[in-house]
């Protein structure tokens, strides 16, 4: 078995590289849509994905695939998850500073447990106190027909792009 690179301690600025994981699936045009946001504020970004083959709403499955791969990328990546059960709730969405110097953008739903406990929590920021830029509305609403991916896409974007500094710190 391989072992996991060490972490780094003290956060890293985002390094332009955004990581896709999501229980969509490849059959219809959100994930592409999810990129397209993304080219839309940035063409410097670098687009990945780790899957989004995640079975439908399976949270426990979601969160083992982004601790299994997660320490190996540079630290400053941001992974985008999407695996949410709770779609149309007022379940907020969260962004995630490890360690490690990684960053993770999901639902509170318990998709960033593993990847908490494996590369550690500098800092834990709700959603609604990011600001995000706001230009880009009408193509987000394109991201799901739930409107989840809209606001993780969102989140990542601000994070990516140029670090929230704002808000009170949860951890």
Not at 58 to 86: H, K, S
Not at 113 to 137: H, K
Not at 139 to 153: A, H, N
């Amino acid at each position: 078995m391989f072992e996991r690179p060490a972490p780094v301690a003290g956060a890293a600025e985002p390094n332009g590289i955004v990581v896709y994981e999501t229980d969509f699936g490849l059959k219809d045009g959100a994930v592409s849509a999810m990129r397209g946001v993304a080219r839309s504020v940035s063409r410097d970004l670098i687009l990945e994905d780790l899957t989004h083959e995640i079975p439908a709403f399976n949270i426990w499955e979601g969160a083992y695939r982004l601790n299994q791969t997660a320490a190996y990328w540079p630290p400053g990546t941001v992974f985008v998850a999407v695996v949410d059960p709770g779609v149309g709730t007022d379940r907020k969405n969260i962004v995630l500073a490890t360690n490690s110097g990684h960053y993770f953008v999901a639902p509170d739903n318990g998709l960033l447990t593993l990847v908490a406990e494996s590369l550690g929590v500098a800092e834990v920021r709700d959603s609604q106190l990011i600001p995000l830029d706001r230009r880009y509305d009408a193509i987000r609403l394109e991201c799901t027909d739930s409107g989840t991916g809209t606001g993780v896409v969102d989140m990542a974007l601000d994070v990516t792009v140029s670090r929230a500094n704002d808000g009170p710190v949860h951890a």
